[in-house]
C-alpha cells in the first residue's frame, strides 16, 4: 500500500510582513526587557525627571511661577547647555547594545535565522528602540509635571503656563525618539559599541562646533552650520526661546547652534534620521556577520 508524500513545506502557511514585523518587534523588547541594565537607565531618566521637576520652585518668590522656557529645560534635562538632553546619554547603551553585542558575539546570525529576514530584523530594532524614547521622553515629562507641580504648591508658588510648554515638550519627543535611531544606525556603520558611544558623544559635544567654524571659512557656507543635525535638533527643542529676555536669548541662541526655526530644525532632524537610518539598514543587510 503506497502512501502520498507531503512535501516538506505545505504544512508551512506563509506569514504576512506585518505579522513577522510584530514578532520580530516582540523578540526584541523581550531581549530588551529581559536586561537589567534596561531597567536600571529606565529608573534614572525616572529619578532625573522628579528631581528636576522638584527644583523648579528654586529661586522664585512667593506667588510668582516658573516660566515656560524653565519648565522646558526641566523637561528635557538641560539639552541646551548640555548640548544634547541627559536622558539621551542614559539611552544610548539601550540603543547601541543589541546590535553590537550582536555582531560582537557572533549571534547576529541566528537573529537573520529566526526572523528570517535582516530588512525585518533592522526595521524591528530601529522601532522598538525610537518607541522606547519616545515613551522614556512622555513619560518622563509628565513625572516633571507631576514633581513640579506638588512642589510649586507645597512651597507656595504659583503654577506655570503649561500649555506653552507643549511646543517645547513635542520637540523633545520627537528628537528622543529620533535618537535611538540614530544611535543604533550609527552603531551598525561602525560595527563597535566604543566606537558608536564615543562618536555620538562627541559629536554633539565637539564635532558639530568645529565643522561650523570649518564652514565659517569657506565663502557662502557659514549658515549651514546650523543645519547640522544635532544643532537642528537643538532648534527643535529650543521652542519656548522668544519668551526669553533679549540677553538671555542670544545666549541661548549661541548654545543652540542654529538659527533654524523649530519646525524647520524638526524637519532636518527627522530627514537626517530618515538618511542615517537608510544607510544603516544597507550596511545590516548587505554586509556579513563577523
Known amino acids: ?31 530588551l526587557a529581559a536586561l537589567r541594565s534596561t531597567w536600571i537607565l529606565l529608573g534614572a531618566v525616572a529619578a532625573l525627571s522628579l528631581l528636576s521637576g522638584s527644583l523648579s520652585f528654586i529661586g522664585l518668590k512667593p506667588g510668582t511661577a516658573p516660566s515656560s522656557w524653565t519648565m522646558v529645560t526641566a523637561f528635557n534635562m538641560d539639552a541646551i547647555s ?23 558575539r557572533g549571534t547576529a546570525r541566528t537573529t537573520w535565522l529566526t526572523l528570517a529576514s535582516r530588512r525585518t530584523a533592522f526595521t524591528a530594532k530601529l522601532l522598538v528602540g525610537g518607541a522606547l524614547g519616545a515613551v522614556s521622553a512622555v513619560s518622563g515629562m509628565l513625572l516633571v509635571v507631576l514633581s513640579a507641580t506638588l512642589s510649586l504648591a507645597l512651597s507656595g508658588k504659583a503654577q506655570p503656563a503649561w500649555t506653552q510648554t507643549l511646543p517645547g515638550a513635542l520637540g523633545y519627543t520627537i528628537f528622543l525618539t529620533c535618537w535611538p535611531v540614530i544611535a543604533a544606525s550609527v552603531a551598525t556603520l561602525v560595527r563597535g559599541r566604543v566606537a558608536a558611544v564615543l562618536l555620538l558623544v562627541l559629536w554633539p559635544l565637539l564635532g558639530e562646533r568645529i565643522a561650523g567654524i570649518l564652514l565659517s571659512l569657506l565663502p557662502g557656507t557659514a549658515t549651514l552650520a546650523g ?27 549661541t ?35 563577523r
Do not use: C
Request: a positive charge; glycine letters at 6%.
Open 82 to 104: 548640555m548640548q544634547l538632553p541627559l536622558s539621551a546619554f542614559l539611552l544610548l547603551p539601550l540603543a547601541t547594545g543589541p546590535l553590537t553585542t550582536e555582531f560582537s
Open 1 to 31: 500500500m503506497s502512501q502520498t508524500k507531503t512535501p516538506l513545506d505545505a504544512s508551512v502557511a506563509p506569514v504576512s510582513r506585518t505579522t513577522a514585523l510584530r514578532r520580530a518587534m516582540r523578540y526584541e523588547w523581550r531581549h
Open 255 to 289: 548654545l543652540v547652534g542654529s538659527e533654524l526655526s523649530t519646525g524647520a530644525g524638526t524637519a532636518v532632524l527627522i530627514a537626517f534620521t530618515a538618511v542615517i537610518a537608510a544607510l544603516g539598514a544597507w550596511s545590516y543587510i548587505k554586509r556579513d556577520a
Open 227 to 253: 543645519w547640522l543635525p544635532i544643532s537642528a535638533g537643538r532648534a527643535a527643542m529650543a521652542a519656548n526661546i522668544d519668551t526669553l529676555p533679549e540677553t538671555d536669548r542670544a545666549l541661548v541662541q
